[in-house]
């Protein structure tokens, strides 16, 4: 029912900043999570970021202070901004959707930093 759609990965420079969009279509529930994972070759798939509709945010220990998580309800979609890239943030970015125990993953977004 629910599809969840990535975009705004691609290629950046060390440093740079990207922003990527997730829109979730089908069902729209208020009461849910919506967050980013990522995984490189090689890597477990690790949480980046998680808000939940009342905007409590979750962020990796790591990422914080880089990477910031925000969600428009209106438009059931949620951001992830991504700034002082750095090599190792290369991986693919995975968007879901948790909903009463219910999980859905988008199909992906690939971000690579280099120069």
């Known amino acids: 029912q629910v599809e969840l759609v990535e975009s705004g990965g691609g290629l950046v420079q060390p440093g740079g900043s990207l922003r990527l969009s997730c829109a979730a279509s089908?069902?729209?529930?208020?009461?849910?999570?919506m967050g980013w994972y990522r995984q490189n070759l090689g890597d477990q798939r690790e949480l980046v970021a998680a808000i939940t509709t009342g905007g409590d945010t979750n962020y990796a220990d790591s990422l914080k202070g880089r990477f910031s998580i925000s969600k428009d309800n209106a438009k059931n979609t949620v951001y992830l901004q991504m700034s002082s890239l750095k090599p190792e943030d290369t991986a693919v970015y995975y968007c879901?959707?948790?909903?009463?125990?219910?999980?859905?993953w988008g199909q992906g977004t690939r971000v690579t930093v280099s120069s």
């Open positions: 879901y959707r948790e909903w009463r125990g219910i999980i859905k």
């Open positions: 089908g069902v729209a529930f208020n009461d849910d999570t």
